[in-house]
Every structure is written in C-alpha cells, then in structure tokens.
C-alpha cells in the first residue's frame, strides 16, 4: 500500500516539476527567439542603413558607389539590393539567391520558402535619401537567410531538452530519497498501528471464546433459569458472537499484506470460484435463489489462495444476504488479455449512488441497502479490496437501488 503511495507521491511530484520546467523551458525559448530576431532585425536595418548612403543620382539615374559593391561588408548567406523610385533593381551584391519583389509596406519582413533551401529569410527596407535636398531617390533592401538562426534555436532546443532530462533524473532520484523519508515515519506509525490491532484481536479472542462457552453452556443447561435470564444469556451469546466475528476481520485485515508476501502460489483460479460455487449452492438453493455461472477454463494467477478465496466469500456471501427469493446471482469470469475479470453480481436491493465511493471503507453500512444484514462486521469489503490490491488488481462496484450491485475484480493472470 504504502508503495504505491510513494510511487504515487513521487510520479505527482516529477509531473508538476515537468510542467514547470516545460513552461519554463517555453517562456524561454519565446523570449529568446523573440530578442534574437529583434536584434537581428534591428542590425539588418543598421546595415540597410549603411549601404543608402553609398547610393546618390547621377543623370537622373541611380548609382551605387563601387567602394561599397567591391567591399566585404555582405554577410554570409545575404544580399544587398538596390532600387530606384519605380521599385527597379539597379544593382545587387551577395550571394544569397533569392529573388523577391519589393514590398514596401514594412521595413522588416520574414520570407518563408517551403521546400527549398533556405527555407526563411528576412529583409530589412530602408528608403534612400538625397543628403542636399532630403528627397528621396530610391530604397535599399537586405536579405539574410535564416538558416544560422534555425541552427541557434535547434542548439537551444538541445540544450533545453537536455537541461529538462537531466534535472528529472537528478530530482527522480532525490524525490525517491525525500519521499522515501516523507513516508517513513507514516510507515512506522501505520505498522504500529497494523501490530497494535493485530495484537488486541489476537489476545481479545481467548476471553471472547471463555464468554462463548460460558454462554452457550448456561443456554444448554437452562432449565430452572428465569425468563429474564434466559434473555440475557442469549444476548450475551449474539454480542459475543458478533465481536468474535470483528476480531477475526480485524486480525485478517491487519495481516493481509504479511499473509499475501508470504503465501503466493500458482492458483487454479476456475477451479477455486467453481468450488466456492458448489460449496454455497444449497445455501443459494435454500433461499430459492438462482446461481448462474460462467467460469471460462483454464484461468490461471499468482497470489494467496486463502486470502483470494476469502475475497470471493465475502463477495458472495453478501450477494447471498442482500438479494430476495426468486431473484439471480451470476458469477461470471474470463480472461481480458493479461487480466482476468471476476464479477459477482447480484439481483438484490442494491447501493445508492451517493454512497458507491464510500462502499469499500471499514465499517461503513449503507441507510438502506446494507442494514439488512445484521451478521457481518462491516469489514468484508475492506478486506476485499486490501487483498485484492496487494495483488496488485483492482476492485469496482457498479448498482442501482432496486436493481442489485456488480462487484467486478481485475487481477493479473499468469499462464499455466
């Protein structure tokens, strides 16, 4: 129980730290990604810039200075372009080859080029001034691939993702070491506590059995007793009977981990719920119950077979004491891939739907479809559902007031 709660702890605790480090891993890539391009952008048109002043009007026509065109100042994978007032191209350097119409509407723009290399480039548009008359005279565009940029935010990419797995493993292993404290002192208490109860159970049982005896011996031997007494000794004898029955669920309960770790076996499974069947079909029979089952051959698990066997006791048990006469009970079972499905279902009085989830808590009775039964301690679905888990399985219950209730336990199956 107690590992699985760790394990739960510790899986709840990497998952909110993976959100966390995913958005944060996010919020970075963003702000980065969004300052890388700006500063680009920005030094792109720093660059545009720079080229406009090495263009001028000659003869009413349009001339880049040959000092700038002849020069290294073009970046890798780039190209400068120059265009007269009609948006002509009158002169180009670089080596980028890409041909784009010019667009004046926004001085930074980001092409993209789906199947070809590069795939993205951005361009920067700067106007050409005239430095006598400040009238312009034509526009300056630089175009960088993007391809180096790409590069940078894959390496990022790298670096954040490697960033994220080596921080889960190194908190994986510290969560294990924290949770593994965490629990420890649950643990102690809870095995305390498992040992205190198994204890009273076990030292409470010789008295209750001396208070039985007795009772049963004075009920045996009752003649010249007063009615009134009589009376008394039969309710000493129920009370007694009924703690009796408390204490030996409460000792079951308490030991059912030690008793499953200690006791698995390969278990027959069919034919386990085919003689539980048998064993409890006069008692069916006497109610004028109908049994059906549907037990599919060759169902083979891992487990404890006396605590296995007391789960589907106490399953039917209650099937049998909650559903009236000429009503059905089914027990059916088969194998679902690597498990096998067990359900016991009922026609009887059923579970409302507001108490389903408190079903499997101890002593918990329903107001109306579990009093009827005055017999039981109010542990056997605990039990039940204790077992069941610690053989690594689960259990569910489906009902309906007035209808009855289907028990169905998952457990995983082991070939023969």
Known sequence: MFDRLRWQLLLSYLGVFTAILGVFAIAVRLVFGYSLRHSLSEELIILAKVAATHAEIKDNQLIVSDEFTGSTVALPDSKFEWFDRQKKLVD?????????????????????YPGRKPD????????????????????????????????TFHQLDIGLI????????????????????????AVTSYQKLQQFTADAAHELRSPLMAVK?????????????????????????????QIITLTKDLLILA??????????????????????????????????????????????????NNNLHRVFINLLENAIHHTPS??????????????????????????????????????????????????????????AKSIVEQH???IDVQSKLGAGSKFTIRLPSQQN
């Open 92 to 112: 180009k350097v670089g080596n980028l080859n890409i041909n784009l119409p010019l667009n004046i509407d926004s001085p930074v723009q980001f092409n993209k």
């Open 120 to 151: 993205e480039t951005i361009s920067a548009v700067v106007p050409i001034i005239r430095n006598d008359n400040r009238q312009q005279i034509g526009y300056v565009r630089i175009t960088q691939s993007l391809e180096s940029l790409d590069r």
């Open 162 to 185: 490697s960033g994220m797995i080596l921080s889960l493993i190194i908190s994986g292993g510290a969560g294990i070491w924290l949770t593994h404290r965490a629990m420890k002192p």
């Open 213 to 241: 005896t007795n009772a049963h011996t004075a009920l045996k031997y009752s003649d010249g007793m007063r009615s009134g007494d009589l009376k008394k000794f039969r309710a000493i004898a129920s009370a007694t009977e």
């Open 255 to 304: 030991r059912a981990e030690t008793d499953v770790d200690s006791a698995m076996e390969q278990i027959d499974l069919t034919l386990l719920l085919q003689q539980i069947a048998a064993k409890y079909q006069p008692q069916i029979e006497a109610k004028f119950i109908t049994l059906e089952v549907a037990i599919q051959p060759s169902l083979w698990l891992y487990g404890c």
């Open 326 to 383: 000429d009503r059905e009970i089914r027990i059916l079972a088969e194998q679902i891939e690597n498990q096998i499905e067990i359900a016991i279902i009922d026609t009887g009085v059923g579970i409302a739907a507001d108490d389903l989830e408190r079903v499997f808590d101890r002593f918990w009775r329903g107001d109306r479809s579990r009093t009827s039964w005055k017999g039981g301690s109010g542990l056997g679905l605990a039990i």
């Open 392 to 394: 690594y399985g689960s």
